[in-house]
């Protein structure tokens, strides 16, 4: 990444990541998951070479999302060896490390931030583009890890219409801004439905804020996605690769895309 103090980072040689963005939400269930997992997908098919960093260790659902259930990471000595999905997404998680996809993870606090940390230092991204970061549900001390011990390059906050935006958003910016690294903006997940027979977006949680809150930090909004079956679908089956449509989310792309390398 560029940031500009990387040395107190610990590094391998053996891992490159570019640019090194963070998805963030303000609790679980906003759909977080499905955003990295979009990001991802659609970076891949421009051409970009993609890993995603699962630190959530104790909701993790990107293995699952991209098909990848039931593998098992490999490691070579000390170092960890990411598996790589149907469209060469790299991907590093709790879940490829368990013995059973449905163990529970608990792992207490400092055990969990020691896991994210050897999920950078520990594993052999290689030379890569992006790595998305599915972060750890919250702004709390677990987010906070992270921060401490990757070099992200950029923040993507996802809410949904339920959250407390306003407050949400202001614990990311307050984060960010003790982190020193830029917030690229604001994606909100579950925005609407769209009528089947007509097409007519029923904001089924009220009128949103997010414009407003967004104008009050001078934060961009990147998109707004309805509630559609089709992906909660795709993400349980493990055909999200297949099923995300085209050219989706092309204004946070184009955020990501605008990361100086
Ligand atoms: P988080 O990472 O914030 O905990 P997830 O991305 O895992 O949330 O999403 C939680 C659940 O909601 C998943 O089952 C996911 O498939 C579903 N989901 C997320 N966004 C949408 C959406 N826009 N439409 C339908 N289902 C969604």
């Known amino acids: 990444g560029g940031q500009a103090a990387p040395s107190q980072f610990e590094e391998n040689n053996l891992s490159e990541a570019k640019r090194v963005i963070a998805v963030l939400s303000g609790k679980g269930g906003v759909g977080k998951s499905l955003v990295t997992g979009a990001l991802a997908i659609e970076l891949a098919r421009r051409g970009h070479t ?36 149907t469209t060469g997404i790299k991907v590093m998680s ?19 931030a020691g896991a994210i940390k050897q999920f950078w230092s520990d594993t052999s991204w290689g030379p890569i583009d992006y790595l998305l970061v599915d972060m ?6 677990v987010a906070l890890t992270v921060f401490q011990s990757l ?6 906050v996802v809410t949904s219409p339920q959250d407390l935006v306003s407050m949400i958003v202001a614990k990311a910016v307050n984060m960010a801004e003790k982190m020193h690294v830029p917030i690229l903006g604001l994606i909100e997940n579950m925005s609407y439905v769209a009528c ?26 990147l998109g707004r996605l309805p509630i559609d ?8 089956a493990g055909a999200l690769e297949e099923a995300l449509p085209q050219d ?12 100086p390398a």
């Open 229 to 236: 079956p089709t992906l909660a679908l795709a993400c349980d």
């Open 151 to 156: 070099p992200v390059d950029g923040i993507v």
């Open 136 to 141: 750890p549900p919250g702004t709390g001390d």
């Open 196 to 221: 089947p027979d007509c097409g007519k977006k029923i904001e089924v949680f009220g009128p949103s804020k997010l414009d407003a809150v967004a104008d009050e930090y001078g934060l961009k909004v």
């Open 94 to 112: 709790s879940n490829l490390l368990l013995e059973h996809e449905t163990d529970p993870v608990l792992w207490r606090g400092p055990v969990i």
């Open 248 to 259: 989706f989310l092309p204004d946070a792309l184009a955020a990501c895309e605008a990361v």
């Open 50 to 85: 993609v890993g995603i960093l699962d630190a959530d260790i104790t909701g993790p659902s990107i293995p699952k999302m991209l098909g990848m259930s039931g593998r098992r990471a490999h490691g070579l000595g000390k170092l960890l060896l990411p598996e790589i999905s």
